[in-house]
């Protein structure tokens, strides 16, 4: 059983603080990738929640690895963002307060997915011409990765 089904089947839909990694993961070109979504097919950061004895190191390769196929190298802390604003209640009626951990990383193998469960599609983006149709959970990281602000950011 996983932590979230185990966590859940003893609180039931109640606010949980729940931790998230992802990564920004850039090629030689300086493109991010980015995956389209399958539950809501916007495009967003690979990331997800991070298991029972895991790092949040280890959480974002994991993830980076099942929605992307692409293995990790070096991770450098982008940001850690956390506050009410990050506060979600899924469609389920499950609620969480996110920490959330962002990674950047230009050091990666493997060989992108077409598509799986979680990602319709896996595409590198200029930085300067990501899709318009942006996942807005993550409108604040692809506006901090855009700005001058310092970094590590913490939020």
């Not at 993830?63 to 692409?70: F, I, M, Q, S, Y």
């Amino acid at each position: 059983m996983d932590y979230v089904k185990f966590l859940r089947s003893m609180v039931g839909k109640e606010k949980v603080i729940m931790v998230v990694a992802g990564a920004f993961i850039f090629n030689e070109k300086n493109h991010i990738l980015l995956q389209q979504r399958s539950d809501n097919e916007k495009w967003g950061l690979p990331g997800g929640f991070m298991e029972l004895g895991e790092t949040v190191q280890d959480t974002a390769r994991r993830e980076v690895l099942e929605e992307t196929g692409l293995h990790l190298g070096k991770l450098e802390l982008f940001g850690i963002y956390s506050g009410p604003e990050f506060d979600k209640t899924f469609s389920n009626g499950d609620q969480v307060s996110m920490v959330q951990v962002m990674f950047s990383c230009n050091d990666f193998s493997g060989e992108l997915l077409k598509q799986n469960e979680e990602s319709l599609k896996i595409m590198f983006f200029p930085i300067n011409e990501l899709p318009s149709d942006l996942f807005p959970d993550h409108m604040i990281f692809f506006n901090d990765v855009l700005s001058e602000k310092e970094r590590p950011i913490i939020g």
